[in-house]
């Protein structure tokens, strides 16, 4: 599921370089080289992964095994990573349905 992003404000060579990417058929859209930029990003950062799944759980919309792969980390590790941040787990019911 995709979700627009209102508005990013960034240096003006880096929209000029992601125009330049389009415009030359290198992409299709400006999202999609934001897209595999951050792909790239994470492949290069995967320490990264860890908060994102953390906070996709803890608001609730991810499932506690789906945050666990988004983090890049066995189900046990990432429980007790949760620990660590003082964030519970909770029954699959109370999940939002928008991510999994």
Do not use: H
């Not at 992003?5 to 859209?29: D, H, R």
């Not at 792909?39 to 609730?60: A, C, M, Q």
């Not at 007790?80 to 519970?88: A, F, S, W």
């Amino acid at each position: 599921m995709e979700k627009e992003i209102a508005s990013l404000n960034m240096p003006p060579a880096m929209s000029q370089g992601i125009e330049a990417l389009v415009e030359s058929g290198e992409y299709s859209t400006g999202s999609d080289v934001l897209t595999d930029a951050f792909r790239v990003f994470l492949e290069n950062k995967p320490e990264k992964k860890t908060p994102i799944g953390t906070e996709l759980y803890r608001r609730g919309q991810v499932s506690l095994m789906r945050a666990s792969e988004i983090a890049g980390m066995d189900f046990e590790s990432f429980k007790e990573v949760l620990t660590d941040r003082g964030i519970g787990w909770r029954k699959k019911s109370n999940i939002s349905r928008c991510c999994e």
